[in-house]
């Protein structure tokens, strides 16, 4: 009787005919309506699949700082996962978040009550505290982390420093302050990354106004607080905002090796000015070296100072500092504290290898929205960028699941993933979704051929579905 009055009432749906140009003419198509329910981003199925798995629910409502009174209030778990399927979903505000309410399977989905409105997100958003953000967030960053293997030498911790623009300025914390623009009103993040599995594992929120080596040292003892035992850190790079004598003897105290760059103050610009006899050939064209006396920076005997000189015309793209007395060169500084066993030009190449985490940064702020949650409370909007980066991590683990050895953006997972048309309905007491397959090879370049992105849903589901729970590894770039 159920089927026959479902069926009753879609007959009653007038249809309409829209007519398209086509090259032999105009073509008549009628355009009709559905009760069924549809949604855009039936792919996000698999992600919850995997949350499942994991138990992440439970991580995340016990880092959670709400605790609602009402029996009519949302969970905030479920709160947190409507937010963290619209940042996956391309959301960059908390408005275009609560336009997934119109997703009638997207609830379902997820395993939640509904997916909140902005004034519900406002709310929510409003209830973060500085205790709340740091051991809430920090317990979730270390039971996403707990995910890694153990790796022989450690894994590499990169730190930076990097600026949120909010040109309308009236948030909590939004000051002016130095960014790549000039001077704009902004917030300056520190940031922490471990370079191989390529996941953040740190977020501190600051001012615009902060100088990058504000309060860095509690942000490293922080981070590393929140790290599982299992993953230790062998070497941590950082560029010249993090260069102090404080700061490098905390790494020494803590028995890290690091590099960082040193800044180029007046006693390294002398030593940029010997004559070629001191400078060493890398095998690098266009690249030469010195080792020199660390005295200048007052420290231990295993500290190293190396100076690296790159002939412009040789290396157009080279980074560094150019010296008005040495024409012809940009010059870097780097302070290490590897064995001398490695050379130079290794330090070198070992510390370009932290160019990667701009990458990451680059890729939370305009692909996971980073640059644009905002709350008016300090709080909320260092809650918002850690659910950000959750987001961010969780996407990172689902590629390890299923054994992808080259890590993909987010905008390639909704392609090929997470934006998937699917019907969804409840035959016998079952949820069900079901997606359209094209068939191979078909006109217009929906499917092209076996390897098509389209094509990739069916298998990843149940590759998915028969995966172990041993975490995979990356290739390491």
Known sequence: MKKATETSREANHQTVPLVVETAAGPKSIQMGFTAQRLTPHGGLALLSSFLA??????????????????????APVDI????????????????????LGGDPALPEILGIEAVASQPTLTRFFSGFSLRANTFGFGSLHRFLLG?????????????????????DGHQEGVR?????????????????????????????????????????????????A?????????????????????????????GLDYIVVARLHRDLQTLCKHDDAAWQPTGVPGLEAQEVDASPLDGPPQRRLLIFRQRIKDRPQAGGKTLIDVEG??????????????????????YNGRADVENRIKELAHQYGLKS????????????????????????????????????????????????????????GRATLKFAIPQPNAIGGVICSKNSAASSLPSTAIQLARSRHEPHVFNAN
């Open 80 to 99: 947190a996962l409507g937010f963290l399927a619209g940042v996956l979903t391309g959301a960059d505000k908390f408005s275009r978040v609560g336009q």
């Open 226 to 254: 929140h790290l599982p035992t299992q993953v230790r850190v062998g070497l941590v790079r950082a560029d010249s905002g993090f260069y102090s004598t404080a700061f490098l003897e905390r790494l020494e105290r803590h």
């Open 53 to 74: 798995k994991i138990r992440f629910r439970k991580a995340l409502a016990e880092a959670l700082p709400h605790r609602p009174t009402s029996p009519n209030a949302y």
């Open 147 to 167: 995910r890694l293997p153990s790796q022989k030498g450690g894994y590499t911790l990169d730190l930076d420093s990097t600026s949120i623009l909010h040109e």
């Open 176 to 224: 002016v302050g130095y960014t790549p623009r000039g001077t704009k009103p902004s917030h300056h993040p520190l940031v922490a990354a471990l370079a191989e599995p390529k996941l953040m594992c740190g977020f501190w929120l600051r001012s615009g106004d902060t100088a990058a080596l504000s309060n860095a040292g509690n942000f490293l003892e922080d981070t590393l």
């Open 373 to 428: 949650f905002c709350s008016h409370s300090f709080w909320g909007t260092e809650a918002a960028c850690h659910l950000a980066i959750i987001a961010y991590n969780l996407c990172v683990l689902f590629q390890r699941e299923l054994g992808l050895l080259e890590k993909v953006e987010l905008s390639t997972l909704r392609f090929r993933l997470f934006t998937r048309a699917a019907v969804f309905s409840r035959a016998q």
């Open 329 to 350: 060169y940009r010059f870097q500084a780097l302070c290490t504290t590897l064995p001398r066993a490695w050379s130079p030009v290794a330090v070198w190449r070992r």
